[in-house]
């Protein structure tokens, strides 16, 4: 069947035209799925009985994984273990996490689906749940994949190269050591997922035309088209407007392919969208790590070594979480000199949903261990936290730095960015505040932390595809493949281009996000996008500009260098009334374009620092966020009313991680937090104003001297404000609380401090 444009692709968001996946006008023939999910996290399936659910009224079909007949998926095939450990797009023979779908309906509307789904019964015979990856490693009460005699994923091991394989601690007088723990998070995006999906003939054979939320249409046409058996160039996957991704939106789901099957399958569009508690059901989490982490320093708190191990949680079916492992290692000696390292993790199946990326992916959660390892080093020292880091975080004349961990730290002022923060925080008077609080008893304590930090952004991935067209009303076409979710590519694209070429950039037209607009592209993630495909809109718009050049040239009678351009098009210099406009010299003989396609420039670090002030009630435990400042070196600042929305939001990201969120289970796998009224989700109420500060050094590492903004705060942040309310409460003896620092925690961390003491430990 021939497939109509679902949507116009010139609907501005800001001016209320702007349309989700949801939003989508539907063909009239369109169908509706609903999954039918198990209520139990661990079990045999004995039984799907459907009978009654294909009996009701509007019901098209009812699928199990007999019906469906496909292969299970490996989404990352090093994870797997040679595909044993592959996920079942329905779940068959057994069922290894509440809310796996089992079946799905499909109806002629929405309420008749979610009617006769409730129809179904499942039967399925429970076996003990592991909810722990350590637990599922050493000592499992059972096997997720029978087959593999083994729930381990990674055995815990060196992965990579570089490191120690002694003990990088030798020679160390202080030994700063940290269980931390990264509990999963959601990325609780605005729009939780959609999809509609609708047969298409191709000259090629049976196709498939895809509208979905993601972040990258390329990663998701490649799956569509490998699951479902169909030829690359007879699929096609756009995605509209997206409300948030932050990492979660990276891969297909498994109900994105069931939905794509059963479009092809009954010959009509279906359509699902993910209802907010199938979000936390569906959508892969994020963290899920426990580190063991230790910080050595010499007598004059100089780093010795860094030794650390993980176990990272995989969920029930391997997913991204053992390759984030890997930038956790990647990121484990942070901005610092670090003389030798050794970094060590494994992975293991628990009976919790697929773990993905969020905001940072793999990178928060090594840089939060560090970074309250050497706090605790620094106690143990008798020596300033603020201290420590001056003495050991790398200085612009040691940059390029070869971290050992296969990366390389090109450039930037660590120290002058801490320096920064803690000025702007005041942290010198919030600390003497503290000390006149606890000096006349005050029960409301205050705590100053930092959270220094370096990231690898634009890491792992190759070129991205960027097209322009002078057209032929002499406006600017650019094609381009990674696509935005709030972030504002379309403008930064209109203004780079604008500001190459000499035209207003509401004369450039920005189309992505649809795989035949681009043959090939990147996700948007990594806070890569700005500079690697900016990186290439440039070059191209800069190609563009010299073609436009000759052409004007020739039309004017005039040499290229002597023609100055404007909005209005091309003149010579000093004679402005002899004009040609960008239409003419659009009309003129061939078209011009220009494209680009191979990668410009590679890996950049980000880094800074974030500082915080608390205040911890110590007779409830409660923690409010008194002063919070981001200090942010993204390199060269590309459009710097974006760049702040990324620091606040990244930084609210890394707050929220610290005090509130935490996705939650029983421990027979049953989920605590599947509703945003039991996950903790902040308000601009619950915050103050945040400061950002860019120091702006550019990065040699591609033309734009941009490094990446988006994933900064959430990296820096959790350990700031962990850092603080630790620092609050370390004249009681307290050493160390997990977060999310709820005020539970902390009030219990304070009484066993106080029975330490009373049984003589000291305070």
């Avoid at 209005?568 to 239409?583: H, M, N, Q, T």
């Avoid at 915080?612 to 008194?626: N, P, Y």
Wanted: proline fraction near 7%.
């Amino acid at each position: 069947m021939a497939v109509a444009r679902l949507w116009s692709e010139d609907e501005p968001m800001l001016r209320g035209r702007s349309r989700y996946t949801a939003d989508l006008p539907l063909w009239p023939d369109t169908l509706h799925a609903v999954f039918v999910r198990s209520s139990v996290a661990h079990g045999d399936l004995l039984s799907i009985e459907c009978a009654a659910a294909r009996q009701a009224p509007g019901v098209v079909a009812v699928w199990t994984a007999t019906e469906l007949g496909l292969p299970a998926h490996s989404y990352y095939p090093a994870t797997t273990l040679d595909g044993v450990m592959a996920r079942p797009l329905l779940a068959a023979e057994r069922v290894r996490f509440v809310g796996e779908p089992v079946a799905v309906v499909v109806a002629e509307t929405l309420p008749l689906a979610i009617d006769a789904a409730e129809l179904v019964e499942v039967d399925i015979e429970s076996r003990p749940a592991i909810i722990d990856p350590y637990t599922s490693a050493h000592n499992p009460a059972d096997l997720l994949f029978p087959a593999a005699g083994t729930n381990v994923v990674l055995p815990l091991d060196g992965h990579g190269a570089g490191g120690s394989t002694g003990d990088p601690l030798i020679g160390a007088a202080f030994v700063g050591e940290v269980v931390s723990d990264s509990p999963r998070l959601t990325s609780a995006p605005i729009e939780p997922c959609a999809i509609v999906a609708a047969p298409s003939d191709d000259a090629e054979g049976p196709g498939l035309d895809v509208a979905c939320t993601g972040q990258g249409v390329h990663r998701q046409h490649e799956t569509f088209a490998s699951v479902l058996g169909l030829a690359p160039r007879a699929v096609r996957v756009r995605h509209p407007d997206v409300g948030g991704a932050f990492g979660g939106r990276g891969d297909a789901l498994a109900e994105f392919l069931v939905v794509g099957a059963l479009a092809q399958r009954l010959g009509r569009p279906v359509r699902w969208v993910q209802s907010r508690q199938e979000q936390f059901f569906s959508m892969p989490y994020g963290r899920g790590q426990r580190h063991h982490f230790r910080v050595g320093l010499d007598a004059e708190g100089r780093i010795v070594g860094v030794d650390a191990s993980m176990w990272c949680d995989a969920g029930a079916y391997p997913h991204m979480a053992p390759v984030l492992a890997g930038a956790s290692r990647r990121q484990c000696t942070g901005m610092y000199r670090v003389p030798t390292f050794r970094y060590r993790y494994g992975a293991a199946v628990t009976n919790l949903p697929p773990v993905g990326a969020y905001r940072g992916a793999g990178q928060p959660e090594v840089n939060l261990a560090l970074e309250r390892a050497i706090d605790q080093a620094a106690r143990l020292a008798g020596l300033d936290p603020v201290e420590v880091r001056r003495r050991n975080l790398l200085r612009p004349a040691e940059l390029p730095w070869p971290t050992g961990t296969g990366i390389e730290i090109d450039s930037g002022d660590a120290v002058e960015a801490m320096e920064t923060a803690l000025s702007a925080i005041d942290g010198e008077g919030w600390r003497q505040e503290g000390l006149l609080r606890r000096e006349r008893g005050d029960r409301r304590a205050i705590g100053v932390g930092i959270g220094c930090y370096a990231q690898t952004a634009g890491s792992g991935d190759g070129a991205d595809y960027a097209h322009l067209e002078l057209v032929s009303d002499g406006s600017v076409l650019v094609s381009c493949a990674s696509a935005g979710h709030g972030q504002g590519h379309w403008s930064l694209w209109a203004a780079m281009v604008s500001g190459a070429l000499g035209i207003a950039p509401e004369r450039v037209t920005v189309v992505d996000a649809d795989t035949e607009v681009a043959p090939h592209g990147q996700t948007t993630g990594g806070s890569r996008t700005s500079f690697v495909l900016g990186s290439q809109i440039t070059a191209a718009a800069g190609q563009l500009f010299e073609a436009a050049r000759l052409v004007a040239a020739d039309l004017l009678e005039a040499h290229p260098d002597d023609l100055v351009v404007s909005d209005d098009g091309w003149s010579v210099a000093g004679v402005p009334a002899r004009l040609v406009s960008w239409a003419d010299v659009a009309g003129h003989d061939e078209p011009l374009s220009s494209q680009v396609e191979t990668r410009i420039g590679g890996p950049t670090h980000p880094y800074g620092t974030h500082a915080a002030v608390v205040e911890v009630d110590l007779d409830t435990g409660g923690v409010e966020l008194l002063a919070y400042v981001a200090v942010d070196d993204c390199g060269t600042v590309l459009d710097s009313a974006s760049v702040e929305g990324q620091q606040h939001g990244g930084a609210v990201a890394g707050i929220a991680a610290a005090l509130w969120e935490a996705a939650l289970w029983e421990p027979d796998g049953t989920p605590r937090t599947a509703t945003l009224g039991d996950y903790l989700l902040p308000s601009a109420a619950e915050l103050p104003m945040i400061t950002t500060i860019r120091p702006g050094i550019p990065t040699k590492r591609n033309p734009l001297g941009a490094r990446g903004i988006g994933e900064n705060g959430a990296i820096a942040g959790p350990a700031a404000v962990q850092n603080a309310v630790v620092d609050a409460l370390a004249h009681l003896g307290v050493e160390h609380i997990d977060i999310p620092v709820t005020p539970e925690r902390v009030w219990s961390a304070i009484h066993r401090a106080g029975q330490v003491a009373d049984r003589g430990g000291g305070l």
